[in-house]
């Protein structure tokens, strides 16, 4: 039993932090999100040749072949620092190949997700009120080389970005009957249109599919039967977007805990008054806790996959509640200047409504912790 | 980070819950023999004092032997580690840190052997959150201290046959002034009042000093260390998980509630605002349960946790209040019916407030962790 971070670990972290704070300040966040890419491509090769793209990536495949504890706290340092960048959805891409891409797919595709060539995302859904297998509603018709897919997907982050993207669509009638392909984002018939992100530090759009021809080696798994990969990438969106919203709450609590030090009303900083220090010890109490269920989760999909689900679906509902809350204390406790563009803390307000429905809200998570429960 | 125990661990859990099964009766088979035996029993396995020094009588555990000791009894609702809870709590391990070899003998083998009593004397009516403003006096006169004043909330006294308890014994130092001292509880000069608790119980009491005189051998450490005596690292294994333990299984008495209950003529379940309660209750006892073990770990590398314990105990707050909350609307009329829940709705409030009030703790928070300035 030791519920800590090894020394190694520790390290990487603090490297992570080095980097952001030297390359990325919030002058420069602001610089990025209101660029048209909405990332740094010179940042993405810099963590590219760092390893920290493909961290979770095996080292056969070009990557670091670290677990997802290393991943979480990677994860915490770009959230704490609002980074803007498609890292959770190239992540994520990567751990679908990961999951049940063959090795023909691995040796294709990884390479280029982990040195950073090429940025993936996911394309599960096409609804806005179903994280799961349910959401999907894309068709494919069958033909000699594979399938051919045409219709949209929706609520797909970076989509503006994306290289490749993995596609879920519907191979029969039944709820389960789904499958996962890769798709590039320059084959014929695919298009993105952006959309308005309520976080411009992270991007969202969708991706057009016309009559597009998806090969059977482009396929991942056996068709018809991804269900269970698209029900495992949630858990594991879930817990990575979880662990950015760790890090972007304790940003916030900290850029509060300073203002409400600094800022004196009638005669005394205001973070003396209990009013303002209480909320603000609710808010690390969440964080603390928060932090804890995050753990387990990660150590969960290192060494124990089959309680993946629960601790997934703790996290990401418990998460949400607390950084929802904190959005809110956090732009209080600033009082007027809380409300200006000029203060950062409404990037985080911003951060936690994207982050809400990511993977899942809080209602649909509690739901499911309600069901694995027993009730 | 590593959530599995070793197999020696998971051999002494094995022991632990072998041992149970075998000596511990159902609560409606315990007999007016049965504490005795009980103790006896535990006494022979050194389970009592587990965590003292095995040349003091005691078990010698680690941390993790007695983090699945007491994991373990609370699962099955075991009576505690012997019955003077607060002498083996405090006085035991202050005597084994600070006491004279003559006090040792004199008082270890009888806490081990639950053939005393102890209660402790911390709160006067006008210091209770602000301890150490404590105004007790003992003034030496000769060999023997002469003490006066007033204690309140002492649980046990009016059986206790002993009081461990803080005195001032000089004025100008706050906390250099306070002086630890032993009294037996019918020393000439000590009356004791009962306070009843909100449900008509006595536990508490209110403890008045007049002139009371106590040999100056009955001091533990020296004049002025009384602070340092009680606040003392103990080795006690602190991560709260009897508490987490407790709070799983009235989880799972509160799910049985809302399995028999209705709520506007359909099965409570159906409702999702019921079941999103439960599944939020659930995650943060998880988070709860993950915070003991990440102070568990803190202790394990040699550091004593501090302001951990006062994480938990305010989310304990937070789960007591609403959770009663539900059970007691799940009941509907029934809830003006005295049972198991209502009875609990009104006394949960004492465990809420001892130790701490949930504002105490957040005043601990955000001053020693958040550092904001003092109220």
């Known amino acids: 039993m030791n519920f800590g971070f090894s020394e190694e670990q520790e390290l990487q972290r603090a490297e992570v932090r080095k980097y952001l704070d030297e390359q990325c300040p919030m002058a420069v966040v602001r610089g990025i999100s209101e660029s048209v890419e909405g990332y740094s491509a010179e940042q993405w090769k810099q963590l590219g040749e760092l390893g920290w793209l493909g961290l979770i990536v095996p080292e056969e495949y070009g990557g670091a072949g670290l677990g997802w504890i290393d991943l979480v706290a990677m994860l915490e340092e770009t959230g704490r620092s609002l980074f803007p960048s498609p890292l959770i959805s190239n992540t994520l891409a990567a751990a679908a190949l990961i999951e049940s891409g063959n090795a023909e797919q691995r040796r294709r595709w990884l390479p280029g997700l982990a040195d950073g060539t090429c940025i993936g995302t996911l394309a599960l859904v096409e609804g806005s009120d179903d994280p799961t297998v349910r959401g999907i509603g894309l068709r494919a018709e069958p033909d000699a080389d594979g399938f051919v897919l045409s219709g949209e997907k929706r609520f797909v982050a970076d989509a503006g970005s994306a290289d490749l993207f993995i596609v879920a669509f519907r191979t029969g009638d039944a709820e389960e009957d789904c499958a996962l392909a890769v798709v590039e984002a320059d084959a014929s018939g695919v298009s993105t249109n952006a959309v308005a992100s309520i976080d411009e530090t992270k991007r969202t759009g969708t991706l057009v599919l016309d009559g597009v021809q998806v090969e059977r080696a482009a396929v991942l798994g056996e068709a018809g039967s991804g269900a269970a990969t698209i029900e495992r990438l949630v858990d594991l969106g879930a817990i990575a977007v979880s662990a950015e919203i760790v890090g972007a709450a304790d940003g916030a609590l900290e850029l509060t805990v300073q203002y409400a030090k600094d800022r004196v009303q009638f005669g005394s900083p205001i973070g003396r008054y209990q009013g303002v220090k209480h909320p603000l010890a609710e808010a690390y109490v969440d964080i603390v806790s928060t932090k804890s269920l995050l753990y387990y989760a990660a150590w969960a999909v290192d060494k124990h996959p089959e309680q993946i689900a629960s601790a997934a679906a703790q996290v990401k509902g418990f998460a949400t509640d607390a950084f929802t809350q904190l959005g809110v204390t956090g732009i209080q406790l600033h009082g007027a200047v809380g409300y200006t563009q000029e203060y950062d803390i409404q990037l985080y307000l911003r951060r936690s409504k994207w982050a809400r429905p990511m993977f899942g809200d809080e209602d649909f998570h509690f739901d499911r912790v309600a069901t694995m429960g027993g009730i | ?375």
């Open chain 2, 1 to 375: 980070m590593d959530f599995d125990f070793s197999a020696e661990e998971e051999a002494f859990r094995a022991e632990v819950q072998e041992f149970l099964a075998e000596n511990l009766p159902a609560p409606e088979a315990r007999g007016p023999e049965f504490a005795a035996e009980w103790n006896q029993k535990l006494a022979e396995k050194r389970w009592i004092g587990f965590a003292w020094p095995r040349e003091e009588g005691g078990g010698g555990a680690g941390l993790i032997e007695q983090f699945i000791l007491k994991q373990e009894m609370a699962k099955v609702q075991a009576p505690p580690l012997g019955s003077d809870f607060m002498g083996l709590a405090w006085v035991g391990p202050a005597l084994i840190r600070h006491g004279t070899d003559e006090q040792k003998q004199r008082f270890l083998p009888d806490l081990l052997e639950s053939r005393t009593l102890w209660c402790t004397g911390y709160s006067e009516p006008d210091h209770g959150s602000d301890l150490a403003s404590l105004k007790t006096r003992a003034v030496l006169e000769g060999d023997e201290y002469v003490v006066n004043g007033q204690k309140i909330w002492t649980t046990s006294a009016h059986f206790a046959k002993w009081i461990f308890m803080l005195v001032r014994t000089e004025s100008e130092s706050r906390y250099g002034g306070i002086t630890c001292l032993l009294i037996p509880m019918d020393s000439p000069g000590i009356e004791v009042q009962p306070i009843l608790s909100l449900v008509g119980q006595h536990s508490f009491n209110q403890v008045f000093f007049n002139d009371v005189r106590v040999p100056v051998g009955n001091r533990l450490g020296a004049e002025g260390e009384g602070w340092k005596v009680v606040m003392g690292a103990l080795a006690n294994e602190r991560s709260g998980i009897s508490e987490a333990t407790d709070m799983e299984r009235r989880l799972e008495d509160l799910k049985e509630v809302a399995r028999g209950a209705r709520k506007n003529g359909r099965p409570a379940l159906e409702d999702s605002s019921v079941r999103r309660q439960i599944a939020r209750f659930e995650a943060k006892i998880s988070a709860m349960r993950l915070n003991g073990l990440r102070a568990l770990t803190k202790q394990l590398q040699g550091n004593p946790p501090s302001t951990e314990t006062s994480v938990n105990k305010l989310i304990r707050g937070q789960l007591e209040i609403p959770m009663h909350d539900l059970a007691l609307g799940l009941q509907g009329s029934e809830s003006q019916h005295a049972n198991q829940w209502t009875e609990q709705s009104l006394t949960f409030h004492g465990t809420v407030i001892g130790g701490g009030t949930p504002n105490i703790q957040r005043n601990i928070i955000s001053e020693r962790i958040l550092k904001l300035p003092k109220d």
